[in-house]
DNA sequence: ATAATTAACTATAACGTTATAGCTAACAAA
DNA sequence: TTTGTTAGCTATAACGTTATAGTTAATTAT
């Protein structure tokens, strides 16, 4: 075991102080060519490294990201870590993982080590039971600490800090009517509990786009999945909910605010031998690789994960590196695409 | 902003020196308890919290582990991160992520980062492009440095450290075994190319069962899907030869490798109005997300991911506490179990 | 010849901790 | 009275860096 040598030992070998070592590998011109040229060698020789975490103490600074997400088996979230991951190595930063299980309290004690510890900044997608709760005082006081924080996807009004978000309301709206433009007028919606910002305003938009075409809503189209914790009871919920709602009235198109929701809707109809999409259309937020290898393959409105992560990771690193002011906020909207599939 | 107290700015508020501050946090009986108490309450109600990137350069331990994976957006290695997050965070420690997206020099670029910074230890799974090359002085290296390494899934014997596999060759003979129990004879192996040793040790077992019940192995059945750099194109090879195999010769099941190569057969033999399972069964490793929203659904080989990154983990964490000795290796072996689905 | 400048280096403090050794006053033991 | 002990605190070094402010000795200017 070979253990990396410091400018102390450095020193000591070549019999000049450690400052010399230091302004020499630096190249300062404070030191004469002869012992600046030997130092560089004898380093390069021994292999050395300078002590980033003593670089850190010293410059205030980890040259390192914390990621606070809600799940990493996912693959939205998993297309945003990794490009947040590709951006921010290409500029210098490490990233820190940590996932809140859409759990508050991990949420906090998540925010709580990274705050104390090796990270110069946060992105983060707030968990459900925050959303729930309406509890933000741990992202408050990050920011309070001086630490920049980035929100993205789930995002709430009240903190002031830069966010990325999806138009997530045009495009459901955007969906909506390319499946009433379809001669389809019982869409059914497949959704999430209320408190889910995004679905939320996944329902408004398909809520509008019915008003516009004049389109009466109606509540039995629309069915909320209740959150549960381990999500085959949660799977069950929707599959039973789904089942008794095609039985008992005329569907002829399914929204589903995720791929999960619509690939459990295709086994549904599977079953119960409903062809898709000649009978019923189904059009599903989050181009993930269930919408691309079910059969038929899903249409899927795309929230382009990798600019959302690239783009977070953007805001953070100016704000880290100065390039834009620390008390002015920009919240960005990316634009969704509706990707053509066969079910629709 | 409210910037973080410091012992030396409560030593100063209080006209005591950083040592008692600190020893009275500590709640060291050298410190009378008057003063003590008092201390301990202006730090309360300051939101005192130790500097831990002080702390360690003091102790020369981060609290951190550094994992570094071929790729984030894949079912397999998304759970086991998820894993290890887990555990490491039950035990105290932070996750570090780094994304070899299969290249050999990206993977030497984390390492080094890693290894000059601020972790304690690393896991990590190999690069099919390192695998290839057979360069493994990166690894090496890092551990000559003193900084443990546990290896999982794609693992290399040269290498001496902790390993946590998976047994693939007994679970690809088996599962071919349960397919020729089946009567099906002629089992088509999609299969990765050689150096990727996973697939290697599948094939081996495919290998065995076959001769194991008399059947001559027939390289025409064996499809080495060509590893490119974008999926698409890898994609489309593996179609166009399935296709090509199917019809020109008698194939009554398929053994995949992974569940991307499965899912890609479904569609080409649902193109081909072949049924599954009648007249063609499959049977894939990965237990992911495709395998189960698929239709008909996929029966798959779980490796237990979870398993794998919980015991990487917990063999790392052991060295970096000192429970094991660090020059005593070991090697698990997680056994992977058959899932039957729809498919075989 | 004296002062000013410069080249080439060194000492020191600081980032925030903790562990070790040291100090002082009070009290007890002999 | 002198020595020893203890309680309660402080000073210092160290972890590995870098920036700032010295310190020399040699060179140049006047």
């Known amino acids: ?39 560089k060698a004898f380093a390069k020789a021994h292999n050395y490294r300078p002590n980033n975490i003593a670089l850190s103490l010293k410059n205030r600074k980890t040259k390192t990201i914390g990621v606070i997400i809600p799940e990493i088996v996912h693959h939205f979230f998993s297309i945003v870590i990794n490009s947040i991951e590709k951006f921010s190595t290409e500029n210098g930063y490490n990233v820190i993982i940590a996932v809140s299980n859409e759990s508050f309290e991990k949420e906090v004690l998540n925010m709580e080590t990274l705050a104390n510890g090796h990270i110069d900044g946060i992105i983060m997608s707030i968990a459900k039971e925050t959303l729930k709760k309406q509890d933000f005082h741990h992202i408050k006081e990050t920011i309070d600490l001086g630490i920049p924080v980035v929100l993205f996807d789930r995002v709430i009004s009240e903190i002031k800090c830069d966010k990325v978000i999806v138009n997530d309301k045009q495009a459901a709206k955007e969906a909506t009517q390319v499946l009433i433009d379809d001669k389809r007028e019982n869409i059914l919606l497949l959704t999430s509990e209320d408190y889910v910002s995004v679905g939320n305003l996944r329902t408004e938009g398909y809520l509008e786009a019915l008003k516009d075409n004049d389109i009466e809503p109606n509540s039995n189209l ?66 993930g690789v269930i919408s691309r290898y079910s059969s038929p393959s899903l249409s899927t409105i795309s929230q382009h994960g990798e600019i959302m992560g690239e783009r977070s990771a953007e805001l953070l690193i100016n704000k880290l590196t100065g390039k834009t002011s620390s008390n002015e906020f920009k919240t960005e909207i990316i634009n969704c695409s509706l990707i053509k599939r066969e079910s629709s």
Request: hydrophobic share 40%; glycine share 4%.
């Open 222 to 287: 629309i069915i909320k999945v209740k959150d549960k914790k381990g999500s085959q009871l949660e799977m069950s919920y929707l599959e039973d909910e789904l089942e008794k709602a095609i039985k008992s009235q005329k569907v002829d198109a399914i929204l589903g605010v995720n791929e999960i929701y619509a690939g459990s809707a295709l086994k549904v109809l599977k079953k119960n031998n409903i062809s898709v999409p000649k009978e019923i259309s189904i059009i599903s937020f989050t181009d």
């Open 1 to 39: 075991m070979i253990r990396r040598i410091t400018l102390k030992e450095i020193a000591n070998e070549l019999n000049v102080s450690i400052s010399t070592v230091s302004k020499s590998l630096k190249d300062s011109h404070e030191i004469g060519l002869e012992t600046r040229e030997k130092i």
